[in-house]
């Protein structure tokens, strides 16, 4: 598997990648990804930006709004958010099986000496507290699958900008975690 990390943190630039790496470039190799946003609003391909995002306030504060190419909740990164992606080559082995990717994280998360546990489905928590969600795609033969790991994130920006959906519709809700 192949490592990239970079430092630039253009979120749009970041998620062009991410879905340039998925479509567009050839790999031999799998990939593992790590990476870091400004201030930005990702959502998921499913979602009702209405029903997830305080736009007035998104607007106001010069914060992006940007779409990623999976599903999944809608999620705030800043810079101290770490974001992480795999790209993998063997989709029928790893069709939706969020924890053999969850898994490696949270081994290396164990090094650092962090006691973190799956929680079904897509879900990393440490205690009673999320603070990773995932999400994946696929295309021609490959899986995408990425995540955020809440390290020293803005949460009054998260909570702030975010909210619970409240009206009946077709689109995916996000699964809102308890902050404090």
Do not use: C
């Not at 959502?43 to 999976?70: C, M, T, Y």
């Not at 959906?165 to 975690?177: C, D, G, L, R, V």
Request: hydrophobic fraction near 35%; aromatic fraction near 10%.
């Amino acid at each position: 598997m192949k490592t990239l990390r970079h430092n630039n943190t253009d979120p749009k630039f970041n998620l062009a990648l991410e879905e340039y790496l998925l479509k567009h470039k050839s790999l031999n190799d799998d990939l593992f990804y790590v990476w870091r946003n400004r201030p930005s609003i990702i959502i998921g391909r499913n979602q009702n930006a209405f029903d997830e995002v305080h736009l007035k306030r998104l607007r106001r504060q010069g914060i992006p709004l940007i779409r990623r190419v999976s599903g999944g909740g809608t999620v705030y990164h800043d810079l101290g958010n770490i974001n992480f992606t795999f790209i993998s080559h063997h989709p029928k082995e790893h069709l939706s099986n969020y924890e053999y990717f969850i898994d490696k994280i949270i081994q290396s998360l164990s090094k650092l000496g962090v006691q973190a546990t799956f929680k079904p489905k897509t879900h990393i928590y440490v205690n009673n507290y999320k603070i990773s969600g995932n999400a994946q795609s696929f295309h021609k033969g490959r899986v995408i699958h990425h995540g955020t790991l809440l390290f020293d994130t803005n949460l009054n920006a998260l909570n702030h900008l975010l909210k619970t959906p409240q009206h009946k519709t077709k689109a995916i809700k996000s699964n809102p975690a308890e902050t404090k």
